[in-house]
């Protein structure tokens, strides 16, 4: 078969042809890979909330309550509310934003945490994944610190920094702390209320 | 079997990083890890031969003075099918490569060689020409991130090779640790090309 | 206060160049001259602001309602093509001069992976229209002043002996690598 001419009608002809195939093509593999994408990014979500919170039985991403920005998950155990996991966010991250599953108690003390998107300097600030790092904050109570202020060791708090990753560790603490006060603000109030006053004092901001 | 030369050429001769030094920015950019510079070359593979082989088999459909525009729907659809593919079934490895992904648009091999040869030429050759260039670029980048990942992160493939705190050679995943040792290995290519004549 | 974060952040300290690795490719072939950089990097700053003034519009009126998100590299790399043709025509008529410099670059701004990854990106972060677009140009002239200072060190080194299988690109970029080094340390200005 000879090529085709570059006259006008083929040129509109063989590039609406292309783009109809090539569209047909494309909305097919949408419609295989949307439901396994929405299911993947929920794996996800379910993965970290169960990561940073005691055994639960409810389905808190079906209780999603969105609050300041941050999206809250209840999570109860035969009915009796376990604690919260938060997804916040902190924008001071060296490669700017990156977002952190926080799980608290009742009580406003962390249980642990997951650090769900970041794009920092791969080796320096992506080591606030590790054990060494993080865990400092599990069963930490932030309300029992200075001023109820999360800080690293450098601006004399409490936190070790990773070495090399100031600004990493910092933005790590800036999310937690959001997340810990819009926490205090709105839920920690009720369920102290069903548990018992030694909360109360965290709920005081 | 004389087919086999079309595979091979992409592999060291004309290798798209190294020797051709094309797709620079994904070549610089992905290689914190060895494991990064396998899913990028695989992601850029696939785009290679299947855009090589569409348009091999389209030519004589495409009049001369829109290709450039119908290459960029072909690549461009082959790249949206690789992002919703790697976004369903490997996410983890989708978050890492980020931007890079829909980017593979514009990464100069695939256009490069859709101008250079799979519109002159034959479906099986196009598609051995993709193949070949895309498991070059894959080696290169593979080796670019396992140098990085050893130097800077004291381990390879996630596998430590040093104690857990021992101090590495951080900048080496740093981004001027990318231009540093992509210079150096183009000028090892070099100088390797003419001792041995290749 | 935002808007200024926004600048000293693209221009200098996640520099598009040396921090984000986009546009390598214009970066090491017109960056010989001090004058060729100059009109690449202006011509760079002005498709990329249009272009992420249009593909802002293109995302929210047709996309984001058609719930066709996925279609977006698609029809942003047509726009771009279709901007750079634009641009080209009009450099070609009124100045000659920097058309004939910039030469075989200029079509290259469509593979420039700049121009679409900063428009990708400007979506993904949720700026809005006038953010996406002041993003844009600092990045470009973020890449414009990356391009001046290589181009400043290469005229320099071309008197300069060195091996010559470092000859081209392996200097090139050990040089980028140089300038990397030295744009980190604006880290934490913002």
Do not use: W
Not at chain 2, 58 to 65: A, E, G, R, V
């Amino acid at each position: 078969m000879a090529k085709l001419e570059s006259s006008l009608r083929n040129m509109i002809l063989s590039l609406l042809l292309i783009s109809l195939v090539m569209s047909a093509a494309l909305g097919f593999v949408y419609n295989l890979t949307k439901d396994p994408i929405a299911a993947a990014s929920k794996a996800k979500e379910v993965k970290a909330v169960k990561e940073v919170l005691p055994e639960f039985d409810n389905d808190p991403t079906t209780e999603i309550k969105v609050v300041e920005g941050l999206t809250f998950y209840p999570a109860t155990q035969g009915g009796k509310p376990i604690g919260f996991a938060v997804k916040t966010y902190t924008e001071k991250g060296y490669s700017g934003r990156f977002d952190l599953m926080v799980g608290f108690l009742p009580d406003g003390k962390i249980n642990n945490i997951v650090v769900l998107e970041q794009k920092e300097t791969p080796g320096l600030g992506t080591k606030m994944k590790e054990p060494k790092f993080k865990d400092q904050f599990n069963t930490l109570d932030i309300g029992s610190l200075n001023n109820q202020e999360l800080k690293v060791k450098k601006d004399g708090g409490t936190i070790d920094a990773i070495s090399a990753a100031t600004i990493s560790s910092r933005a790590f603490c800036d999310g937690v702390q959001k997340a810990y006060n819009i926490y205090m603000k709105n839920f920690a109030m009720n369920i102290a209320g069903v548990n018992d006053s030694t909360m109360m004092k965290g709920g005081k901001q | 079997m004389s087919q086999l030369k079309y595979f091979t050429n992409g592999l060291f001769k004309e290798n798209p990083s190294f020797v051709l030094v094309l797709g620079t920015c994904p070549t610089l950019a992905v290689t914190t890890a060895a494991i990064n510079g396998i899913g990028m070359g695989a992601a850029t593979t696939f785009v290679l031969v299947f855009s090589n082989l569409m348009i091999a088999a389209l030519k004589d459909l495409i009049p001369n003075k829109v290709r450039i525009a119908a290459f960029i729907v072909i690549i461009a659809t082959f790249v949206t099918i690789v992002d919703l593919v790697m976004k369903a079934f490997t996410p983890d490895l989708y978050a890492t490569l980020g931007i890079f992904i829909p980017l593979i648009v514009v990464n100069c091999i695939i256009l490069g060689r859709a101008e250079a040869f799979a519109q002159k030429s034959n479906v099986v050759p196009a598609i051995l020409d993709g193949l070949g260039m895309g498991i070059g670029f894959t080696l290169a980048i593979t080796l670019m991130g396992s140098i990085r990942e050893i130097l800077g992160n004291g381990s390879i493939f996630n596998i430590k090779l040093v104690a857990e705190d021992a101090n590495t050679i951080l900048i080496f995943i740093l981004p001027p640790g990318a231009f540093i040792t992509y210079g150096y290995l183009i000028a090892i290519m070099n100088r390797m090309k003419k001792r041995y004549n290749i | 206060m935002e808007i200024i974060g926004i600048i000293i952040l693209a221009l200098l300290v996640n520099n598009v160049v040396l921090a984000q690795f986009l546009g390598i490719c214009p970066f090491l072939g017109v960056s010989q001259k001090v004058s060729t950089s100059l009109g690449m990097g202006a011509a760079v700053i002005f498709v990329m602001a249009l272009a992420n003034l249009v593909t802002y519009l293109i995302q929210f009126f047709i996309l984001v309602p058609l719930h066709i998100e996925f279609m977006q590299t698609i029809t942003f790399i047509f726009i771009i093509a279709f901007l750079v043709q634009v641009v080209e025509i009009i450099l070609k008529k009124a100045a000659p001069a920097l058309y004939q410099a910039l030469g075989i670059y200029l079509p290259l701004i469509t593979t420039n992976c700049a121009v679409l990854g900063i428009a990708i990106l400007a979506v993904q972060k949720n700026y809005s229209l006038v953010e996406s677009v002041v993003y844009a140009s600092a990045i470009a002239a973020g890449f414009t002043l990356a391009l001046i200072l290589m181009a400043g060190i290469r005229e320099q080194m071309e008197n300069t002996g060195y091996p010559a299988g470092m000859k081209g690109f392996p200097m090139s970029l050990i040089i980028a690598g140089l300038l990397s080094l030295a744009f980190m340390g604006f880290a934490g200005l913002v």
